[in-house]
């Protein structure tokens, strides 16, 4: 529905091994890419997906001058946030550096489960991030966020109540990508569809 440039829908999410090739736009996200949430967006919280563009200046303030006469950018970083009403094991383990998961069948007398360690160790697991939603040009097609080095920085705190879903607070920071092919997609890139393929 117009004005196509108002978007009011989340982002669905999905990750994959550091490196991995992205999906053209439009394409369904296949190989090793997983969604983040059994059911996607119907298991992000109602806050949605937000993308955070932080960055920090100095500014240069002479003794003649009560104001800044110039800035410096000191730091920049790129920073998608989510948090995810699924505690199955399966997405638990974006916490958790990717621990692996290990599962035993059930047996006579015995209960079939999965178990997951609770450390991180000391290694940081990074991913390549995918996050998909609708186009400002039009809400049949799709706008993708493309993250090719990233890692979970949160420390969710996951509150266990009563009538209340209980949620993991997921943050993904980006990591600048050195094989990126211009200083302006260090920490990825936003494609937009604006015309649907030619028949």
């Known amino acids: ?29 296949a190989g090793t890419w997983v969604k983040v949430g059994t059911n996607g967006t119907r298991n992000y919280s109602g806050d949605g997906v937000t993308v955070a563009h932080g960055r920090t200046f ?7 001058a009560t104001g800044p006469i110039k800035a410096f950018l000191d730091e920049e970083e790129l920073m998608i946030r989510l948090t995810l009403w699924d505690l199955t094991l399966e ?24 178990k997951i360690g ?17 186009s400002p040009y039009d809400e049949k097609m799709v706008a993708q ?5 990233c890692y979970q920085s949160g420390t969710p705190e996951i509150a266990y109540r009563k009538a209340q879903p209980a ?10 990508d050195l094989a ?16 649907a393929p030619l028949p």
Do not use: C, D
């Open 118 to 134: 609770l450390s991180h160790g000391m290694t940081v697991k990074e991913f390549s991030l995918l996050a998909r939603g609708e």
């Open 180 to 195: 990126a092919a211009n200083e302006a997609e260090r920490f990825g890139r936003l494609v937009v569809q604006h015309q």
């Open 1 to 29: 529905m117009q004005p196509y440039e108002i978007i009011g829908a989340p982002l669905t999410l999905w990750l994959a091994p550091s490196g991995t090739a992205f999906p053209l736009i439009g394409a369904a996200p």
């Open 145 to 149: 966020y493309e993250v090719p080095r």
């Open 58 to 64: 100095q500014k240069a303030r002479p003794a003649g």
């Open 167 to 176: 949620g993991l607070a997921l943050e993904f920071t980006a990591l600048e």
């Open 91 to 114: 997405q638990y383990q974006h916490v958790l550096s990717s621990n692996t998961l290990s599962t035993t069948v059930a047996g006579e007398g015995t209960a079939g489960f999965k």
